[in-house]
């Protein structure tokens, strides 16, 4: 999948999220299959197809402890059912807990297709 095609589907599935991490991020989390939380005890997604410079001003908020995040992806179409709250902010949601790849569907997991 390229970044036309998740732009698309992004567009016309408001069920389809992104979750930028980094490689090792991406690693574990599917060998896992889950999205562990943060320590806040959430799992944070966007609509919005950010190369990893911006993902990393506008959604890690340009932190040097979130530095390579962004470079990698999943795109996912999370279950209707799943209660996610749009943030304050103008680009992220977030859900309470885990999220369990399998009760989903993976579109995409990779390098960030967006440029830089």
């Known amino acids: 999948m390229n970044s036309i095609e998740i732009r698309s589907l992004l567009q016309a599935d408001p069920d389809v999220f992104i979750h930028y991490t980094d490689e090792t991020g991406l690693r574990n989390i599917l060998q896992e299959g889950v999205i562990r939380p943060n320590r806040k005890g959430h799992v944070y997604f966007t609509q ?7 993902a990393h001003m ?9 530095e390579g995040r962004g470079s ?8 209707p ?3 996610i709250t749009k943030m304050s902010d103008i680009y992220e949601f977030r859900i309470q807990d885990s999220l369990k790849l399998h009760q989903h569907e993976v579109l995409y997991t990779g390098k960030n297709p967006f440029g830089s």
């Open 58 to 66: 506008n959604l890690f908020l340009a932190q040097p402890t979130h």
């Open 81 to 83: 059912g799943i209660r």
């Open 72 to 79: 990698h992806i999943l795109v996912l179409r999370l279950d």
């Open 48 to 54: 919005e197809p950010f190369t990893q410079e911006d």
